[in-house]
């Protein structure tokens, strides 16, 4: 099985720590980032891994991986990022951020679907933001579901009839992969990269929830892989200390 992880950008929020190494390389519980996401991934076979490269590209580097070079990371986004992968973007496929830490849980409910294409969402997504003040609630990517399909997805849509948040982690299986591509192919077609694309970006500054959004509105279906837990997301200083305690305290429980 694939996966194709999306790393090339820095990780501002994260202010010192990534002086020195991209966002997915710091460290959290002892192991980076991304060795937490790499070992929820090969504990279910998941071990073809892409990884998409921008800042300080040499300093990521895992053993046996194939990399993609997004040299323009400075002034695009996570749509146009992992397009830099687009030769590999074959299914069955994983995509995820780099930034989210889970558990091998959370792969099998990605892998158990039985959609073409599943976001995997957080139903219990409420209490990842309760005392989370850098990244408000606001920020989150939420979904709202109608018979079993995904019909909004992203920041713009509010907490009221949401199912849960998209984590940052989706399948895709070969008639799916096949799907998106398309999707991104017919976007770049009609739009320069400064229009206007989704919920007010432009395709440059597109998220990959913006391509959901457009591919749902072109007739695909989307659907969900529900999770209650088991993930976080590591965007703040903030994040990455409560991350720490929570990891911690499951060291000493063990």
């Known amino acids: ?33 991304l060795d937490h996401q790499l070992e929820a991934y090969r504990a279910h076979g998941v071990d073809d891994l892409h990884i998409i490269r921008g800042y300080l590209a ?23 990022s992992l397009f830099c992968a687009d030769e590999a973007l074959t299914g069955p496929m994983l995509v995820s951020y780099s930034d989210i830490v889970f558990t091998p849980e959370v792969v099998k409910a990605a892998l158990d679907t039985e959609h073409d294409i599943a976001l995997v969402v957080d139903r219990h997504w409420h209490t990842s933001y309760e005392g989370r003040t850098d990244h408000p609630v606001e920020q989150a990517e939420l979904t709202r579901v109608e018979k079993g399909h995904v019909q909004r997805v992203g920041k713009h849509v509010g907490p009221e009839g949401a199912l849960g948040e998209f984590i940052g982690l ?47 509105q072109r007739g695909t279906a989307i659907g969900t ?15 990455l200390h409560a991350v720490e305690v929570s990891l911690s305290g499951e060291a000493t429980s063990s």
């Open 1 to 33: 099985m694939k996966a194709i992880i999306i790393a090339a950008g820095r990780g501002s929020r994260l202010e010192h720590h990534t002086d020195e190494r991209p966002k997915c390389m710091v460290r959290v519980g002892g192991r980076s980032i």
């Open 170 to 216: 989706a399948y895709f299986s070969e008639r799916g992969a096949r799907a998106l591509r398309e999707a991104f192919a017919a976007a770049r077609d009609t739009y320069a990269p400064d229009d206007i694309f989704q919920n007010g970006r432009t395709f440059q500054k597109a998220y990959l929830c913006d391509l959901f959004e457009f591919m749902i």
């Open 58 to 80: 040499d300093r990521l580097v895992v053993e046996g991986a194939t990399y993609h070079a997004n040299p323009g990371w400075p002034d695009n986004n996570i749509l146009q």
């Open 225 to 239: 892989a529900p999770i209650e837990g088991g993930w976080r997301e590591i965007d703040t200083v903030e994040d």
